[in-house]
């Protein structure tokens, strides 16, 4: 596919936050640079990284690789830099550990001149710290399948990222720059701007959104190393205020504070019921019978009473 924009503007502005990434940001910018669509520029953002990530970028003699430093400000600060300074008529993302397919590019403007899409994503390859696709039992592959399920069969793309981000990734993000002015940048959150950002798109257009679920265009890398931490009750903490805020967006006003109320008495509910639960096991295993607070008596039996 051979295509030049006029006035030396690139079709495409490929944006790369990268953050200590040398193991990987060399296989992300060739997969940039070696895709089937030569006109683009790729804008890397060097958000403060210590190891060897810019020395790497820096390397690269191309003249559509643009590098920009920064000190450390979290990857949604990188994006919008780097979104700011691009150029293109369409705007892409990839994060420095990911991996573009060679015609990903193609594709996604395939898509979008035979659609008149406003933003395209795919499936996605997730793949192991050497690149290696992940076995289909692994749990994040069975995490996204159920996403990937429920979207299919209810057709319905809002519908869909209430239940789960089947979009997965910033790196899978694709839009005309029309449409990334007019969602804006992305917002302060440390782990979830990317599905807060696509709730956002489709509030501004869901019509022209289109998920090449059929197409896996995208290696997504998880990296071995990842274990449970502070970071896992943060993004659980957000989810749970981006799904509330953006149900409440395609709700009527005047229901919304039955709906907050609902919402809060089933978040308490369930509390107090993995709370009776480890009562009870606690005091199964120590042959115990267990003291549950009256009050939680008297709310299951209430429960009970009306089912």
Known sequence: MEETSPDGIPLVSVVMPAYNHERYVAAAIDSVLNQ???DLELIIIDDGSTDRTGAIARGY???RVYYH???NQDAFNALNRGMELSRGSFIS????DDVYKSNRLERLLDTQRTTSAACVFSDVIPIDDAGNEMPPEMPWRRWHERNREYYLKSNDLYDGFLHGNYMVTTSNLFLTRELANRVGGFSALRYLHDYDYIFRVLLAAERNTVYLHDEKLLYYRIHSANTLSEAAIIGREQDRKIIRQYLLARCPPDTHAYINTAVD???ALEHELI???NRLSHAQRNGKTPSIPGRIVH?????F???
Do not use: A, E, T, Y
């Not at 709310?299 to 429960?303: C, D, F, I, P, T």
């Open 265 to 267: 008495r089933l978040i």
């Open 275 to 277: 709370n009776v639960r």
């Open 299 to 303: 709310k299951l039996q209430s429960m």
């Open 36 to 38: 089937s669509v030569p």
């Open 69 to 71: 430093f920064q000190q």
């Open 93 to 96: 993302i990839i994060n420095s």
């Open 61 to 63: 003699d191309d003249p």
């Open 305 to 307: 009473s009306r089912g």
